[in-house]
Every structure is written in structure tokens, then in C-alpha cells.
């Protein structure tokens, strides 16, 4: 099946700082990726929309300067986790679409983001 | 009301028999439905994808629409200790640009 790669896989950071988080989809072009953010014990949270070479669309609640993203290309989108506070620790799961629809959806690794 | 509800679980299923998995949804108009496996400390993974009320088998697993009920479920047959595992159920949004998940099955397969 189709490829979706996250990086890195785990981060720990300091308070204040900013964290990038790339996600590439390997084998095919991504109409649309999604980020996600997932609580231990909770359901996936859909934090925004990527569609290559336009603006994010970001979810109620979310904060767009806070959680930035680029869709720079088919293959490639970056969520950036800007000033990072401990109540951003948080799994962070990419996801990539194809042309077929919601049956070609591929989720990356994930992302276990860490705040001290 | 949630639009993807799911029972949270743990169901607690001896290895061998038969695990049931049960989800509602809120839109009437969607018309597919997908059923993840998510392991612990991972992202989900799909496993079955449904369009049509009635029955769809693949392998050991069954999923089950009815439309008129806004009801869909996952039947694992023959369960092994490898599908312990949380099972989310996705609806995409009647506009398709989003999916939406319920919060998730926590299935535990007993030895």
C-alpha cells in the first residue's frame, strides 16, 4: 500500500520554542493532507486542511498562527508548532489523500510531541 | 449528539469468538463508511471501507450498513489476540472535505 512518512517520530522540547513536523507521502501525490492531533485515551482530532499551493483550511478552536502549515507540494506538508507550551504535548498524526477519495487516505507514523 | 458514536469500550472478547463492534452516525445523506484498527502508540490503519447497506466480508471481518438506522458495524470473526486494538469508525462530512471519527472501541481479545 501507499506510504506516508512522518519526521520525526519523537520530540522533546523545551517550553517557548517552535517544532517542525514534516509529513511526505512516498509513492503517490497527495490531493490533500490532514493533520490531526490525538489525546492518550481520546479520538483523533481534526486540527486543519492542506490542499497544495493554498491556504490551510484550520477547524474550529485551532489557532492558525499558532499551528502553522505548508503545503509547498503533492508530497510534502509541514505543521509547525509555534512556541510550543506543555499542553501542546500530543500525538501528531499526519494523514495523505489521493484522487481515489477516502478509500486512498493514509495516515503517517505520528508524531509523539513532548513540552517541558 | 456526536456526529460518530461509538461505544468506548473495553469489550472484552474470548480468543475464538466473535467481537462486535457497533457505530452511529448523524448524517443522513453520507453514503461511505470506514472502519481503522489503531494500536496503541500508533496511527490507524484501514480496514474495511462500506457504501452499501448490507453486508461487505473481507477475511475475518464483516461490516454491516443500515442506512435507514444510520448504523453501521464491524464483525471480527474467529478472534485472535492481534486485533486487541482500538477500532474507530469515520464518516466523511456530506461535503467529502473532512472525515469525522468517533472516539474509538477499545476491543480486547482474551487468551
Known amino acids: 500500500g501507499a506510504v506516508v512518512s512522518q519526521h520525526p517520530s519523537r520530540v522533546i522540547c523545551k517550553s517557548g520554542t517552535s517544532v517542525k513536523i514534516e509529513c511526505r507521502s512516498l509513492?503517490?501525490?497527495?490531493?490533500?493532507m490532514f493533520w490531526y492531533r490525538q489525546f492518550p485515551k481520546q479520538s483523533l482530532m481534526l486540527m486543519a486542511t492542506s490542499n497544495e499551493g493554498s491556504k490551510a483550511t484550520y477547524e474550529q478552536g485551532v489557532e492558525k498562527d499558532k499551528f502553522l502549515i505548508n503545503h509547498a507540494s503533492l508530497t510534502l506538508s509541514t505543521l509547525t508548532v509555534t512556541s510550543a507550551h506543555p499542553e501542546d504535548s500530543s500525538f501528531y498524526i499526519c494523514?495523505?489523500?489521493?484522487?481515489?477519495?477516502?478509500?486512498?487516505?493514509?495516515f503517517g507514523p505520528g508524531t509523539r510531541l513532548t513540552v517541558l | 449528539q456526536k456526529e460518530v458514536e461509538q461505544n468506548s469500550g473495553p469489550l472484552s472478547v474470548p480468543e475464538g469468538a466473535i467481537a462486535s463492534l457497533n457505530c452511529t452516525y448523524s448524517d443522513r445523506v453520507s453514503q461511505s463508511f470506514f472502519w481503522y484498527r489503531q494500536y496503541s502508540g500508533k496511527s490507524p490503519e484501514l480496514i474495511m471501507s462500506i457504501y452499501s447497506n448490507g453486508d461487505k466480508e473481507d477475511g475475518r471481518f464483516t461490516a454491516q450498513l443500515n442506512k435507514a438506522s444510520q448504523y453501521v458495524s464491524l464483525l471480527i470473526r474467529d478472534s485472535q489476540p492481534s486485533d486487541s486494538a482500538t477500532y474507530l469508525c469515520?464518516?466523511?462530512?456530506?461535503?467529502?472535505?473532512?472525515?469525522?471519527f468517533g472516539s474509538g472501541t477499545r476491543l480486547s481479545i482474551r487468551p
Open positions: 509513492d503517490f501525490q497527495a490531493t490533500t
Open positions: 494523514s495523505a489523500r489521493g484522487a481515489g477519495g477516502w478509500d486512498t487516505q493514509y
Open positions: 469515520a464518516v466523511p462530512y456530506s461535503s467529502a472535505s473532512k472525515i469525522i
